[in-house]
């Protein structure tokens, strides 16, 4: 099973609670790796609301993730 490291920003890491872990998934695209750390976690926004960075790239859902990638979820962020 493939360890991938995923970055939490702005809400996602406050309901993670955390800014950064090393997991291992069977997901094999973004899109299914997000559905399950949604419901692992419980996060509130839908993947409509959040884009996926592989890699320091941004991609579309449906990219494949493989072992050793960085998946970064960017939700989006409010300023004042």
């Known amino acids: 099973m493939p360890t991938i490291t995923i970055q ?3 809400l ?7 800014s950064e872990e090393s997991l ?3 997901a ?3 899109e299914e790796l997000y559905a399950a750390l949604q419901e ?3 996060f509130t926004l839908g993947i ?3 884009r996926a960075a592989i890699n320091g790239k941004m991609q579309p859902w449906d ?3 493989s ?3 960085t998946v970064t979820l960017i939700p989006p962020v409010a300023g004042g």
Not at 12 to 18: C, K
């Open 48 to 50: 409509q609301h959040v």
């Open 40 to 42: 692992s976690h419980g």
């Open 67 to 69: 072992d050793g990638d």
């Open 8 to 10: 939490y920003y702005a």
């Open 63 to 65: 990219t494949p993730i």
């Open 12 to 18: 996602l890491r406050e309901q993670r609670g955390l």
């Open 24 to 26: 291992q998934t069977d």
């Open 28 to 30: 094999r695209s973004a």
